[in-house]
């Protein structure tokens, strides 16, 4: 079993940067791929990045390349989003998630098996 817990959302302005953290706990050392996902209000769940274990393979959905960026301390157990540029589209509770079993598609979040509790991201104009 893993827990994640995220933290560092926040209230920012159209532009700005924020770093979300993921602490990891558990078996760790059993998950192939760790993902950030977001969710606004009375949507869908949407693929934001993607970490392989090893930390040298990531996967951004499209509309945060060259923006977000994915990474991971081995030494913390955290997984981290930095996330710069923000867009008040991009209000949305932002998740954490671990795939244990390794799924073929990086992006589906049904793929995933762990899933923090999320972490408020606002972005007002």
């Known amino acids: 079993q893993v827990q994640l817990a995220e933290s560092g959302g926040g209230l920012v302005q159209a532009g700005g940067s924020l770093r979300l953290s993921c602490a990891a706990s558990?078996?760790?050392?059993?998950?192939?791929?760790w993902g950030w996902f977001r969710q606004a209000p009375g949507k869908g769940r949407l693929f934001v990045a993607a970490l392989g274990r090893s930390g040298g393979a990531t996967y951004y959905g499209d509309s945060v390349k060259g923006r977000f960026t994915i990474s991971r301390d081995s030494a913390l157990n955290t997984v981290y989003l930095q996330m710069n540029g923000l867009k008040p589209e991009e209000t949305a509770v932002y998740y954490c998630a671990a795939d244990q079993t390794y799924g073929a598609n990086w992006s589906m979040d049904v793929e995933y098996d762990y899933w923090g509790q999320g972490t408020q991201v606002t972005v007002s104009s």
């Open positions: 558990g078996r760790t050392f059993s998950v192939y791929r």
